[in-house]
Nanobody, 124 residues
Framework: QVQLVESGGGLVQPGGSLRLSCEAS????????VGWFRQAPGKDREFVAA????????SYADSVKGRFTISRINAKNTVYLQMNSLKPEDTAVYYC?????????????????WGQGTQVTVSS
């Protein structure tokens, strides 16, 4: 079992930045690929970004490519999502998720472990 806790959400103006953290406990995160997903009210949970267990491979949704960066520090058991040039349409609850495999995927159904989520609101 691995437990995940997200932090770093909040209210930010359009064009601003936030960095989300996903800290793991219970198991070493270096054995897990990690994905970030988000869910806005009334919408399905959607893929944002994923990173392999080594950190060598990353993937992004087209909607965030060039603005968001996923990274990890396995020694800290933590994965990050740096979000720049935020837009109102980025407003959602952001979740990190883990799967015990080398590479992440874009499907939320491939991830058995989830955090509780952190709210990101982009508004002036």
């Amino acid at each position: 079992q691995v437990q995940l806790v997200e932090s770093g959400g909040g209210l930010v103006q359009p064009g601003g930045s936030l960095r989300l953290s996903c800290e793991a406990s219970g198991r070493t995160l270096s054995s897990f690929a990690v994905g970030w997903f988000r869910q806005a009210p009334g919408k399905d949970r959607e893929f944002v970004a994923a990173i392999s267990w080594s950190g060598g491979r990353t993937s992004y949704a087209d909607s965030v490519k060039g603005r968001f960066t996923i990274s990890r520090i396995n020694a800290k058991n933590t994965v990050y999502l740096q979000m720049n040039s935020l837009k109102p349409e980025d407003t959602a609850v952001y979740y990190c998720a883990a799967r015990q495999a080398p590479r992440g995927t874009r499907s939320p159904y491939d991830y058995p472990y989830w955090g509780q989520g952190t709210q990101v609101t982009v508004s002036s």
